[in-house]
Each structure stands twice: as structure tokens, then as C-alpha cells.
């Protein structure tokens, strides 16, 4: 993208635009997210945000805040984070992973944040892998109605954010 120079910022999720998010991740994610995913992101408050271009709503970050399964701690899981296409490679992820990185720094019960990935997706994968994740399962037949249907597991320690 050239030109006039840009800004991208982040807003709440709210029952007032929440079809926004609806919209956005049906042209986004290969998997289709019921009206239960979207009323729990709205349950979940700063873990979710939508991210505007110059206004316009181009991405969102979704997470949910739930119990390790083996200790003590929380974590942090990324449900969904994404950007529409054209809009790709202009620090919108970046701002989106970095609230909640900002969230975790804030909290002292938060010992990591994890997510799945389809075991294709290149671009997510050196995305997250830049930020400091690293692969730690992968789960096969993850996907009920997408193929590759394996996920890797990536996740990071909040020490050091
Ligand atoms: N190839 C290689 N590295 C990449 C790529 C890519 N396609 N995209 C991002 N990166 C790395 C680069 O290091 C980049 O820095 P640089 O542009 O200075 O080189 C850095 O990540 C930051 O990139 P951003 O511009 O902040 O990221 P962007 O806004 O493009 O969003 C995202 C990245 C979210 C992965 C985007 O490609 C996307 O929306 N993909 C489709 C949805 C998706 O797959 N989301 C993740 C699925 S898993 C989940 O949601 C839990």
C-alpha cells in the first residue's frame, strides 16, 4: 500500500458492532464461528478488540482467559486473530497481538498465551514465531471441515513480554 501515510487503532468489541467482527471472520477464517463463539467474545472485555485502517474495520483479535491444564496459572488463548487481505503487512497484526501482550504484562496470574494453527498457514505461523512462539504439539484431526485438517500448537511464556 502507497500514499497518504496511515494509522490503525483499536476499539472495543461491542453489541453494537459485534456484526462487524461476525463479517470480518467469515471472509477471514476458513471455519465458521456460531452465535455462542460471538456472545462469549462480548463475556470476554479487553480480550477482544477490533482494529480500524484509517476508520474502517480490518481486523480483530479474539482471546479467552481460562485455566492451564497443567498448574496452577492462567492463560491466555487466541481464539482468532486476523486482518483482512489487502490490509495484511501493516502492523495491524502487530498492534492486535501486542494489547494482548500489553493485557498479560498487567496481570500477574497469566503464565501463557497459546493458540491453534492450521499446519499450512505459513504466514501465521512466522507471524506468531516472530513475537516469540514456538511449536509445542500438533493435533491431528483438529478441523472437523477443513484440510489440512492437523493444528500446531504454538505458544509463548508471558516472562520476558
Ligand atoms: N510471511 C512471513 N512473515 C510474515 C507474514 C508473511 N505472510 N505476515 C506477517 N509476518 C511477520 C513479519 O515478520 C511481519 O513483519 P514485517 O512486515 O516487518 O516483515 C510481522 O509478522 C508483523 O506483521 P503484521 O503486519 O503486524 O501482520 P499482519 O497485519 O499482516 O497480520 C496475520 C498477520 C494476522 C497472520 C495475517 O496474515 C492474517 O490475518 N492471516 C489470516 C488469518 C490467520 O491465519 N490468522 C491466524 C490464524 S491462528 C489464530 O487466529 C489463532
Same mark, same amino acid.
Given at each position: 500500500?502507497?500514499?497518504?501515510?496511515?494509522?490503525?487503532?483499536?476499539?472495543?468489541?461491542?453489541?453494537?458492532?459485534?456484526?462487524?467482527? %461476525?463479517? +470480518?471472520?467469515?471472509?477471514?477464517?476458513?471455519?465458521? &464461528?456460531?452465535? %455462542?463463539?460471538?456472545?462469549?467474545?462480548? @463475556?470476554?472485555?479487553?480480550?477482544?478488540?477490533?482494529? &480500524?485502517?484509517?476508520?474502517?474495520?480490518?481486523?480483530?483479535?479474539?482471546?479467552?482467559?481460562?485455566?492451564?491444564?497443567?498448574?496452577?496459572?492462567?492463560?491466555? &488463548? *487466541?481464539?482468532?486473530?486476523?486482518? +483482512?487481505?489487502?490490509?495484511?503487512?501493516?502492523?495491524?497484526?502487530?498492534?492486535? +497481538?501486542?494489547?494482548?501482550? /500489553?493485557?498479560?504484562?498487567?496481570?500477574?496470574?497469566?503464565?501463557? *498465551?497459546?493458540?491453534?494453527?492450521?499446519?499450512?498457514? @505459513?504466514?501465521?505461523?512466522?507471524?506468531?514465531? /516472530?513475537?516469540?512462539?514456538?511449536?509445542?504439539?500438533?493435533?491431528?484431526?483438529?478441523?472437523?471441515?477443513?484440510?489440512?485438517?492437523?493444528?500446531?500448537?504454538?505458544?509463548?511464556?508471558?516472562?520476558?513480554?
Amino acid at each position: 500500500m502507497s500514499g497518504a501515510p496511515f494509522r490503525v487503532e483499536l476499539g472495543d468489541i461491542t453489541p453494537h458492532n459485534i456484526k462487524q467482527l %461476525k463479517k +470480518l471472520n467469515s471472509v477471514i477464517f476458513p471455519v465458521f &464461528y456460531n452465535d %455462542k463463539f460471538y456472545r462469549n467474545v462480548l @463475556e470476554q472485555g479487553e480480550f477482544s478488540k477490533l482494529a &480500524y485502517f484509517n476508520d474502517v474495520v480490518v481486523g480483530a483479535v479474539c482471546c479467552r482467559l481460562e485455566n492451564c491444564p497443567n498448574g496452577p496459572g492462567k492463560q491466555v &488463548y *487466541i481464539m482468532t486473530l486476523g486482518c +483482512l487481505a489487502p490490509y495484511r503487512r501493516l502492523g495491524t497484526g502487530t498492534l492486535l +497481538l501486542e494489547h494482548i501482550f /500489553k493485557i498479560c504484562r498487567q496481570r500477574k496470574d497469566v503464565d501463557s *498465551i497459546c493458540l491453534h494453527v492450521q499446519i499450512n498457514n @505459513e504466514e501465521a505461523i512466522a507471524f506468531y514465531q /516472530k513475537f516469540g512462539f514456538e511449536i509445542t504439539e500438533t493435533e491431528e484431526a483438529y478441523y472437523k471441515r477443513i484440510e489440512p485438517a492437523s493444528a500446531y500448537v504454538l505458544r509463548r511464556d508471558t516472562t520476558g513480554l
